[in-house]
């Protein structure tokens, strides 16, 4: 079954050259030329991937992220025209996945969003085990879901996928450089603090006091690593 995206942008042109190059590939596109709009579709039926614009009529991209993350882990690339770097924090603080600036290469865009549909469907497993358990967060990289006391824990894709890095290589300190790298495996021109805001996401999830973490810890100065005891 084909995959569907959801193109969320008050820009016919940008909406008609998207549609044109995704159906190419084989993916089903619908769209929405305002919030509002987006929030009605994305609740009334099924979709696999949202391409969402950060400025759009009626109800603005980053409230529509945030109201779809109460929901859902669908994956999120935001677009953004804006320069200003507090508008692509601010999409990942509320649970995009990563974030474009217009004008943008339309392969460029393909390629993300396969990188991260693949890695949304499980297709990328563990490196080691399927199954990992360190005390009592059990973390599963065929389903890609994670357990904490027993307890299911929703992550993001690349929240998941920061996990996953780290529980496979317990005791090692990565950069943030060295994470984007690993992580987002595309040429990464965003700033390095987007990952402090995953890992920020990411222990608020995990962490029963994200201020003194019992999983993901900070070296300072250097980066950050997961703790080697089980």
Excluded at 64 to 70: M, P
Excluded at 86 to 94: H, P, R, S, T
Excluded at 201 to 220: D, G, H, M, S, V
Aim: charged share 30%; hydrophobic share 40%; net charge neutral.
């Amino acid at each position: 079954m084909a995959k569907r995206i959801l193109l969320v942008d008050d820009e016919p042109l940008i909406i008609k050259g998207l549609k044109y190059t995704l159906e190419q590939e084989g993916f089903e596109t619908d769209s929405a030329a305002d919030g509002e709009e987006a929030l009605n579709k994305f609740f009334s039926g099924h979709f696999d991937f949202i391409l969402l614009d950060v400025m759009l009529p009626k109800i603005d991209g980053i409230t529509v992220c945030q109201r779809i993350r109460e929901h859902s882990n669908v994956p999120i690339i935001m677009l953004t025209a804006k320069g200003e770097q507090i508008d692509k924090i601010l999409g990942l603080e509320y649970g995009a996945d990563d974030y474009m600036t217009k004008p943008f290469n339309i392969l460029e865009v393909k390629a993300r969003i396969k990188t991260i549909m693949r890695r949304a469907s499980g297709s990328v497993q563990s490196e080691t085990r399927k199954v990992i358990k360190v005390h009592d967060m059990e973390i599963n990289a065929v389903n890609r879901s994670v357990t904490l006391g027993g307890k299911d824990v929703r992550l993001t894709a690349k929240e998941f996928d920061l996990l996953q890095v780290f529980v496979n290589n317990r005791g090692k300190v990565f950069s943030r450089e060295s994470l984007l790298e690993t992580v987002w495996k595309y040429d990464y021109t965003g700033d390095a603090r987007t990952v402090d805001v995953h890992i920020r996401r990411l222990r608020e999830k995990i962490e029963r006091n994200p201020a003194q973490p019992e999983f993901i810890f900070t070296k300072w100065g250097v980066g950050y690593y997961f703790t080697d005891k089980d």
